[in-house]
């Protein structure tokens, strides 16, 4: 059974950083791409960041290009997504997906798999 664990949200102040992790179980994730979404209320989930298997190719939703890492590391089957500049824009919960559908890969109907989601706070 795959599952999918994020960490690392919190409250965190405007200009601040964070850092979420996501912990992969059930199967070997250094095969496919995975990707960080995200949701803020009333919103529709939302494309963040996404990173092949290998963790040669990246890609960034304009919102977070220049102020998101999306990174990997095969040998723990972990994803990182590290948040710099943060904005009260940036508030949401965050969700890992794995294991691409065939569908566009910078949406949420692209990913077989999700975490619980972590919680993002940025506010003064």
């Known amino acids: 059974q795959v599952q999918l664990v994020e960490s690392g949200g919190g409250l965190v102040q405007p200009g601040g950083s964070l850092r979420l992790s996501c912990a992969g179980s059930?199967?070997?994730?250094?095969?496919?791409?995975m990707g960080w979404f995200r949701q803020a209320p009333g919103k529709e989930r939302e494309f963040v960041a996404r990173?092949?298997?290998?963790?040669?190719?990246?890609a960034y939703a304009d919102s977070g290009k220049g102020r998101f890492t999306i990174s990997r590391d095969n040998a723990k089957n972990t994803v990182y997504l590290q948040m710099n500049s943060l904005r009260p824009e940036d508030t949401a919960v965050y969700y890992c997906?794995?294991?691409?559908?065939?569908?566009?890969?910078?949406?949420?109907?692209?990913?077989?798999?999700w975490g619980q989601g972590t919680q993002v706070t940025v506010s003064s």
């Open positions: 997906a794995a294991f691409l559908t065939g569908a566009s890969p910078s949406t949420p109907s692209g990913y077989r798999y």
């Open positions: 059930g199967r070997t994730f250094s095969s496919t791409t």
């Open positions: 990173i092949s298997g290998s963790g040669d190719t990246t």
